[in-house]
């Protein structure tokens, strides 16, 4: 199993890949890559802003950097991703796509002002055109990444905006230090210090006013990403236009933010306020309705789980709410340690991905490997059974504020939060079947009268 308790991510044949195919080669060319990236991009950063400018740089560059990975991280509690991924994401974002930015940005630059003989037109031009072109380019390819190589990691709109708006973290984060650092060398020069120095300006508007901004613009490319996770195989189409779409919306709203500085004086504060506050309050509802809304599939696709014996009758209830799942988890470490709450942490997120995979499989966008990940996942949870069915059977009696029945389609009433023996197995009427494929897929077996892929056989119960 690999080291973060994921379920395996392929068949065992895989282990026998060629030597440029195997994880451990990838990954270390991975981090070797992003090593010299960062190596080069702090040279760089520090050749313009001097050593004591650059840590001054960073020092106010760190500031924002923890609450904004915070809340990503938040929006993320449903369903959260490895941790790997947000490194990853940060350290790109950080190393390689700033890197990218600062030597393509000088060199069209330069390109420009040597061809029109005017240094101020083309700064106003990289500016506005060739930065977010390149920039959102070079933050949109570790999102690129994420959804080709860690595609189960991968599955909607709330992973795209996580994974977009921590890499945007971290190239802000190296853009700030550039910015800041020039600032205070500029006030060494001219000798201002306080509220009126340049420093206490810049920190203002990038610090104080826009951490969100980098984080705003490269969002749209991952919904973008998000929703063409939640397209069916065949929607090869849809997963292309539709990134490329958030990625043209992303750097538009970027060229719009750049150009902001010459509508005028108040050009500035007309752009933040007519665009970039709606933009983010918008985004902000958008993501959290998502989250909301998978809680609300979780309760919604858990209960046939329950009728197949592989989940207790508290469960889809305690699952369903973050204010249970919370509780669980407390429970868990108040009862049996720290190592218990990780194992009902674990527990919460497995069934998170069944819930949401199954509901993919019901509206016929699941993969070819749908029948594989759902055994996985069902097997990961039988596994951690012990220590996160008593948690959760806790959480849902302190939490659930009237009876609960179970939804009268799968044909039992047992209320969420009361006692029942863990061994109930509900079988289903045998006299139901009908000879239809479950899911679209032509050649599955006659589907039940509710969405279940199993009969109620549980094979690990002795």
């Known amino acids: 199993m690999p080291p973060d308790g994921m379920p395996p991510e392929g068949p065992a044949g895989l282990r026998h890949a060629r030597w440029?195919?195997?994880?451990?080669?990838?990954?270390?060319?991975?981090?070797?890559?992003?090593?010299?990236?960062?190596?080069?991009?702090?040279?760089?950063?520090?050749?313009?802003?001097?050593?004591?400018?650059?840590?001054?740089?960073?020092?106010?560059?760190?500031?924002?950097?923890?609450?904004?990975?915070?809340?990503?991280?938040?929006?993320?509690?449903?369903?959260?991703?490895?941790?790997?991924?947000?490194?990853?994401?940060?350290?790109?974002?950080?190393?390689?796509a700033a890197l990218i930015a600062i030597v393509a940005n000088s060199f069209a630059t330069r390109w420009i002002a040597t061809a029109t003989a005017d240094p101020t037109s083309a700064d106003t031009l990289g500016a506005t055109v060739i930065a977010p072109i390149v920039e959102e380019s070079a933050k949109a390819a570790a999102v690129l990444l994420v959804f080709l190589f860690r595609r189960r990691e991968f599955t909607g709109i709330v992973d795209g905006v996580v994974i977009a708006g921590v890499t945007a973290t971290g190239f802000a984060f190296t853009e700030n230090i550039l910015y800041l650092g020039s600032a205070f060398g500029t006030d060494q020069l001219n000798g201002d210090t306080g509220l009126a120095s340049v420093t206490a300006a810049t920190f203002f508007v990038r610090v104080v006013m826009s951490p969100f901004a980098h984080p705003l613009f490269t969002v749209l490319t991952g919904i973008g990403f998000g929703i063409a996770a939640l397209s069916a195989d065949r929607q090869n189409w849809r997963r292309v236009l539709l990134p490329l779409g958030g990625l043209l919306l992303a750097m538009g709203?970027?060229?719009?933010?750049?150009?902001?500085?010459?509508?005028?004086?108040?050009?500035?504060?007309?752009?933040?306020?007519?665009?970039?506050?709606?933009?983010?309050?918008?985004?902000?509802?958008?993501?959290?309705?998502?989250?909301?809304?998978?809680?609300?599939?979780?309760?919604?696709?858990?209960?046939?789980?329950?009728?197949?014996?592989?989940?207790?009758?508290?469960?889809?209830?305690?699952?369903?709410?973050?204010?249970?799942?919370?509780?669980?988890?407390?429970?868990?470490?108040?009862?049996?340690?720290?190592?218990?709450?990780?194992?009902?942490?674990?527990?919460?997120?497995?069934?998170?991905?069944?819930?949401?995979?199954?509901?993919?499989?019901?509206?016929?966008?699941?993969?070819?490997?749908?029948?594989?990940?759902?055994r996985e996942l069902l097997n990961a949870l039988w596994e951690r059974r012990e220590a996160a069915r008593p948690a959760l059977a806790y959480a849902?009696?302190?939490?659930?504020?009237?009876?609960?029945?179970?939804?009268?389609?799968?044909?039992?009433?047992?209320?969420?939060?009361?006692?029942?023996?863990?061994?109930?197995?509900?079988?289903?009427?045998?006299?139901?079947?009908?000879?239809?494929?479950?899911?679209?897929?032509?050649?599955?077996?006659?589907?039940?009268?509710?969405?279940?892929?199993?009969?109620?056989?549980?094979?690990?119960?002795?």
């Not at 209320?415 to 045998?430: H, L």
């Not at 079947?433 to 599955?444: E, F, I, K, S, V």
């Open 396 to 462: 849902a009696r302190v939490t659930a504020p009237v009876l609960v029945p179970m939804p009268p389609q799968y044909g039992y009433q047992q209320p969420y939060g009361y006692p029942q023996p863990y061994g109930y197995q509900q079988p289903y009427p045998q006299h139901q079947h009908q000879h239809q494929p479950p899911y679209g897929y032509p050649h599955a077996q006659p589907a039940l009268p509710y969405p279940a892929p199993y009969p109620a056989y549980n094979p690990y119960r002795g």
């Open 20 to 96: 440029w195919q195997r994880r451990a080669i990838r990954a270390a060319a991975l981090v070797t890559l992003l090593a010299l990236s960062g190596l080069v991009i702090l040279a760089l950063v520090r050749e313009q802003t001097g050593t004591e400018g650059f840590l001054v740089g960073l020092g106010l560059a760190t500031l924002p950097v923890p609450l904004l990975v915070a809340a990503f991280r938040w929006l993320q509690r449903v369903q959260p991703g490895p941790w790997r991924n947000l490194l990853f994401a940060f350290a790109w974002g950080a190393c390689a």
């Open 253 to 374: 709203l970027h060229a719009l933010w750049n150009g902001s500085a010459s509508f005028g004086d108040y050009g500035f504060f007309a752009v933040y306020a007519a665009f970039m506050l709606p933009a983010f309050g918008l985004l902000t509802w958008l993501v959290i309705w998502i989250r909301q809304r998978g809680l609300r599939i979780v309760r919604a696709e858990l209960p046939a789980y329950v009728l197949a014996g592989w989940l207790s009758a508290p469960e889809p209830y305690a699952l369903g709410t973050m204010r249970a799942r919370t509780l669980a988890r407390d429970y868990a470490s108040y009862a049996q340690g720290k190592a218990a709450a990780r194992t009902v942490a674990q527990y919460e997120t497995y069934a998170t991905s069944l819930a949401l995979l199954r509901h993919r499989g019901r509206k016929g966008r699941a993969g070819a490997d749908f029948v594989v990940r759902e």
